[in-house]
């Protein structure tokens, strides 16, 4: 994810002393490029049996994320892009509601990340390149732990 984040990131850095919009199209070409080995990569590594067609959901996702938040920042879109492109392709466990809990992982990243753009914009740009991949695994270790919990519960009682 990383070598396709950071070339998209640079792709809207101006030139010493330029004002107004830039986009450097050879980065955003090399970014979109790479961004399919990434959703290829996690799936087949988790060994999701849909692989190809969420690799495809995650691409179109990427791209409609990609332009809808970046209006606000293109690094925002991006980064909440991979973020639910990763939910999508890494294999679910068998745990109700558990891409609910990824998207809502991946959406309270975006929004910290937002924050951190606006107050300390190195660090959210960072942060854009971790946190969303980092919050779907959390919310698969708090989807395990909460449906453990639930049947320990259970048991306890039945």
């Given at each position: 994810?990383?070598?396709?984040?950071?070339?998209?990131?640079?792709?809207?850095?101006?030139?010493?002393?330029?004002?107004?919009?830039?986009?450097?199209?050879g980065?955003?070409?090399?970014?979109?490029?790479?961004?399919?080995?990434?959703?290829?990569?996690?799936?087949?590594?988790?060994?999701?049996?849909?692989?190809?067609?969420?690799?495809?959901?995650?691409?179109?996702?990427?791209?409609?994320?990609?332009?809808?938040?970046?209006?606000?920042?293109?690094?925002?879109?991006?980064?909440?892009?991979?973020?639910?492109?990763?939910?999508?392709?890494?294999?679910?466990?068998?745990?109700?509601?558990?891409?609910?809990?990824?998207?809502?992982?991946?959406?309270?990243?975006v929004?910290?990340?937002?924050?951190?753009?606006?107050?300390?914009?190195?660090?959210?740009?960072?942060?854009?390149?971790?946190?969303?991949?980092?919050?779907?695994?959390?919310?698969?270790?708090?989807?395990?732990?909460?449906?453990?919990?639930?049947?320990?519960?259970?048991?306890?009682?039945?």
């Amino acid at each position: 994810m990383l070598f396709s984040y950071f070339p998209y990131a640079a792709a809207f850095i101006p030139p010493d002393g330029e004002a107004g919009l830039y986009v450097d199209a050879g980065l955003v070409a090399i970014s979109l490029a790479v961004a399919p080995l990434v959703f290829v990569a996690v799936g087949f590594i988790s060994r999701n049996p849909n692989t190809p067609k969420r690799v495809l959901y995650s691409l179109v996702l990427l791209l409609v994320l990609g332009l809808l938040l970046g209006l606000l920042s293109p690094i925002l879109g991006a980064a909440a892009g991979f973020g639910v492109g990763i939910a999508l392709t890494l294999n679910e466990p068998d745990i109700e509601g558990q891409l609910k809990r990824r998207i809502f992982g991946v959406a309270l990243a975006v929004v910290y990340m937002l924050a951190m753009l606006v107050f300390i914009p190195p660090a959210g740009v960072l942060a854009g390149a971790i946190l969303p991949g980092l919050m779907v695994g959390f919310a698969d270790e708090y989807g395990a732990w909460r449906s453990e919990q639930i049947s320990s519960s259970q048991d306890e009682s039945g």
